[in-house]
């Protein structure tokens, strides 16, 4: 998902297709790692523990948040909305 939405992330670029196993992110597709990155992502700040985001499965303004945090590649714990 990451691959094919970050070509709207300003700045975003593919880095490598032969990305070394060293544990950092990257999208295999057999013998091939993709690894991409974005000029305007990496200056900023990231979140220290993971955002904890409250959600209710059938909403559309959750859904929305969710593509969102996939986008920025965040930490977030997601917990259903009691009631």
Do not use: H, M
């Not at 939405?5 to 091939?32: M, N, R, V």
């Not at 690894?35 to 523990?49: E, F, H, M, N």
């Not at 559309?60 to 965040?74: A, G, K, Q």
């Amino acid at each position: 998902l990451r691959l094919g939405t970050g070509a709207f992330t300003l700045g975003w670029k593919i880095d490598s297709l032969t990305a070394p196993e060293d544990g950092k992110y990257a999208l295999q597709l057999g013998p091939i790692r993709l690894r991409d990155s974005s000029s305007v992502l990496a200056d900023a700040p990231r979140p220290t523990t993971p955002l904890i985001i409250y959600e209710y499965e059938a909403s559309p303004f959750c859904r929305r948040v969710r593509e969102i945090v996939n986008l920025l590649d965040l930490t977030v714990e997601y917990r259903p909305c009691p009631g």
